[in-house]
């Protein structure tokens, strides 16, 4: 049997089996992974910023990242870029989905460190959307599993089906769950918090994820 | 209607799971009335709900086959990468082997999950899905822990 695929990502270059959950590798989930491992090698040789906070009638003070907050942070950021890695390469649609689940803890850990009422309270908020949305995603999987009878992405795309509303489905859960955590890392003004490094790692997740979604959207 | 107002109310975070809440709400709504189909050749099928109860004491999970011996009929994506299919079902460990003799209710008590019963699907065919979700739990209770560890922490 044949496990090749025609679909806007490119070139099939090949396969890692585990059981039924398919990894495949084509010319654009090669990349990503190697953009994502990058990252993640950047994150992990990286020291985080300090900050010269200067104040108006007063002394400057120095922001800087304790080593207890930044080892926690950095398993964080390390664990979210190899689970935004594998989640190139995976060829299964609920696997996909649990490693979105995966990434989506792994971002409010990375913001859930930083001990300031504000960044706590958009770490708050996040969780509770990612919760919202583990219904339409894992619902959207169960929805397309019910409708077509497989949840490989390289069976569903030998066969032409209508999924509409249940892509429509799955994609908001995939809005939910990473495409809003870089609008609460802004809102939280994280960017102002020190600890540069560590938060783009929820951007460049959030990013790859949402290009993979509309691939794998496109592919089945 | 001064459209600089509404940005600002959408800005907040505390809006932001309320309007998500609710784009999912139209969104379900709208998909429970589109018609759609079921397919009766399923990957992963299931018996009957209730077919197997008073008859095996692994009532909802009995998927035929002897441990280690004799394989039992599991349907899966890809056989070819499979090749122990079936030998693992129903796999138990001895104080379970000694509970099933028991009670004809093992299959739902929480003895057989998770370390009771070894389900071929969850650990063989789609084992790496079992991996992610036990680590979903290990990397929420070390985020958790952290948290509580620090609670004397405050800036």
């Known amino acids: 049997m044949s496990l090749n695929i025609t679909s806007i990502a490119g070139k099939f270059y090949g396969y890692i089996p585990f059981g039924d959950i398919v990894l495949y590798v084509t010319e654009f989930s090669a990349i990503s992974f190697i953009v994502a491992i990058f990252f993640t090698l950047v994150v992990y040789f990286t020291k985080p910023e300090k900050q010269l906070e200067s104040q108006i009638g007063g002394f400057d003070t120095l922001n800087y990242v304790s080593l207890e907050e930044l080892k926690i942070r950095r398993l964080m950021a390390i664990l979210c870029g190899i689970c935004t890695a594998f989640a190139m390469l995976t060829g299964d649609l609920f696997n996909y989905a649990l490693f979105l689940a995966l990434i989506g803890i792994t971002n409010i850990g990375i913001v859930a460190a930083v001990k300031k009422e504000w960044v706590l309270n958009a770490a708050y908020y996040y969780g509770l959307i990612a919760m919202i949305s583990t219904l339409p995603l894992f619902g959207g999987a169960a929805l397309i599993l019910a409708k077509t009878g497989t949840l490989s992405i390289l069976e569903l795309a030998k066969k032409p089906y209508d999924l509409l509303f249940q892509k429509i489905l799955y994609a908001a859960g995939v809005v939910g769950e990473t495409g809003v955590a870089p609008f609460y890392a802004a809102k939280a003004e994280m960017f102002r918090a020190p600890g540069a490094p560590y938060i783009l790692m929820i951007h460049l997740s959030s990013l790859l994820i949402v290009i993979r979604t509309a691939e794998i959207l496109l592919t089945i | ?155």
Request: proline content about 9%; some cysteine.
């Open chain 2, 1 to 155: 209607m001064d459209i600089g107002r509404l940005w600002n109310y959408i800005s907040r975070p505390e809006i932001v799971p309320r309007l998500f809440a609710l784009f999912l709400c139209i969104i379900m709504i709208v998909e429970f009335f589109v018609p759609t189909t079921y397919n009766e050749d399923q990957l992963y099928p299931k018996y009957p709900p209730q077919s197997q109860v008073l008859k095996s004491s692994l009532a909802p999970y009995d998927r035929g086959g002897e441990p280690l011996k004799t394989p039992a009929d599991i349907k899966t994506q890809y056989p070819q990468f499979e090749p122990l299919r079936g030998r693992i079902t129903a796999y138990l460990t001895p104080p379970a082997i000694w509970i099933s003799h028991k009670t004809l209710y093992f299959g739902t008590t929480i003895v057989s999950t998770p370390g009771g019963i070894l389900d071929e699907i969850l650990y063989y065919t789609r084992g790496l899905d079992t991996i992610l979700e036990s680590l979903t739990l290990l990397v929420s209770f070390m985020i958790f822990s952290w948290l509580y560890l620090h609670r004397e922490r405050v800036e």
